[in-house]
């Protein structure tokens, strides 16, 4: 099996990123982590990424007079290491139409919100705030307009009596966790893949157990049994 080689773009604590990371680290995992480029030089996701043997770079934006001088320095590191894919975790950077144009259909990002609900900042707040009984997370293709693009797979968890933006950020957050990886997973194998404005499956059936996770990967074998 050749695996996909990606990159992580990141701006904080990267703890999706982390997770990412740990996934690829199974040998039959289709995706492998190349490089994990940051915009911001004390981002925490640095030390958790070069703590797994993962080479890193940083390029700080602030270093740049316009969004294309930045864009092209973080595209030469991707071209230089070959990369195929991006995933954005936590990249806290609006990209220029031009630079997703570039990487049309191969960049993905995860957002906690179950989209197209409460694109842009403080989604768990938000939440709370429209009375919704079910919030979540989204992993979709990256288009030009923020937040938008083909949805790959969603995960929800109850908004829970008594909730705070912070307790259902972190029930989120680990859904999150689980989420990214699987969707990866899923993308990179082509069981999800782009047709038009929208994610077309093969070999993905659901699991007939209620699941919170949409779409859900089982072997053929558990589609038998």
Known sequence: ???????????????????????????????????????????????????????????????????????????????????????????????????????????????PSLLPMFKGLDTHQRALDAGVRLAGCTVHVVRPEMDTGPIIAQAAVPVLPGDTAETLGKRVLAAEHRLYPHALALYVTGKARVSGERIVFHEVEADGEGSLMSPTLITREQADA
Do not use: Y
Request: glycine residues 6%; proline residues 3%.
């Open 1 to 111: 099996m050749t695996r996909k080689r990606t990159a992580i773009l990141i701006s904080g604590r990267g703890s999706n990123m982390s997770a990412l990371i740990a996934a690829a680290m199974a040998p039959d995992f289709p995706a492998r982590i190349d490089l994990v480029i940051s915009n911001r030089p004390g981002a925490a996701g640095l030390e958790r990424a070069q703590a797994a043997d993962i080479e890193t770079a940083v390029v700080d934006h602030k270093a740049f007079e316009t969004r294309e001088a930045f864009e092209a320095e973080v595209q030469a590191l991707l071209e230089a290491r070959d990369i195929e894919l991006l995933c954005l975790a936590g990249f806290m950077r609006i990209l220029t139409d031009g630079f997703i144009a570039t990487w049309l259909d191969r960049m993905i990002n995860i957002h």
